[in-house]
């Protein structure tokens, strides 16, 4: 098992431009996790699923932006007509263990600069 | 809403001596978790230590420990024998105990330097 992976590791585009990055969580984790990480800050909860179901997005997940978990496998976030203030870290992480003894284990995140 | 503070952006320690860093959250739940990750320079974050809030011992892991107060809610991480690769940026983090809410709730971080 080689971790949470995260595709692409870095992302340039023009703003307007819509965006997706790919999340695959350690095998068999059922809870899958995205973050955003601005320079200087620590990371912000986007959104959480258990399994294929979306159990809770923040606020700060603007119509602009949707994540995926259609098999409750990879999941994916999409950033539509993305804006200069998108431009973040963009971290994923994954759990299995029993819920009271939860560790999130992160990927190494995409780096988006929306110019 | 739960908050974390890091007030200290930066600290450095030398090779081989200790080091505390500092964190206060707020919360009025009674049952929570606390965890300190570290990020080392582009590279992905993993989780050094974690203290459920019941316990009223400290964790240890190895040269980590924590110095837990709940009454305070002060949540500090000191590191012994501290060793080059110690460098990194270290986030402490908070997540409630109960229900469904798993998400964690991250510091500003501190940035720590080792000097060789």
């Known amino acids: 098992d080689t971790g949470v992976s995260q595709d692409p590791r870095h992302k340039i585009t023009k703003r307007g431009q819509n965006v997706t990055f790919r999340c695959d969580p350690i095998s068999e984790h059922n809870r899958l996790y995205w973050y955003r990480q601005t320079l200087g800050q620590g990371p912000e909860f986007l959104t959480y699923f258990q399994n294929e179901a979306q159990l809770e997005k923040s606020r700060l997940l603007s119509d602009r932006f949707s994540a995926e978990r259609p098999k409750g496998s990879f999941s994916t976030l999409e950033i539509q007509r993305t804006e200069q203030g998108d431009s973040a870290m963009y971290l994923c992480?994954?759990?299995?263990?029993?819920?009271?003894?939860?560790?999130?284990?992160f990927g190494p995140g995409t780096r988006l600069l929306v110019l | 809403a739960q908050t974390v503070t890091q007030s200290q952006p930066e600290m450095s320690v030398q090779e081989a001596e200790t080091v505390t860093l500092s964190c206060t959250y707020d919360?009025?739940?009674?049952?929570?978790?606390l965890f300190w990750y570290k990020q080392p320079p582009s590279r992905q974050m993993i989780l050094v230590i974690r203290?459920?809030?019941?316990?009223?011992q400290n964790a240890t892991e190895n040269r980590f420990s924590v110095n837990f107060q709940k009454a305070a809610k002060s949540f500090s991480l000191k590191i012994s024998d501290s060793q080059l690769g110690d460098a990194a940026m270290y986030f402490c983090a908070y997540r409630e105990g109960t229900g469904a809410n798993s998400k964690l709730t991250f510091g500003k971080g501190i940035t720590l330097s080792v000097r060789p």
């Open positions: 919360t009025s739940e009674s049952d929570y978790y």
């Open positions: 203290q459920e809030a019941y316990k009223q």
């Open positions: 992480a994954s759990s299995d263990s029993p819920w009271s003894q939860e560790t999130q284990y």
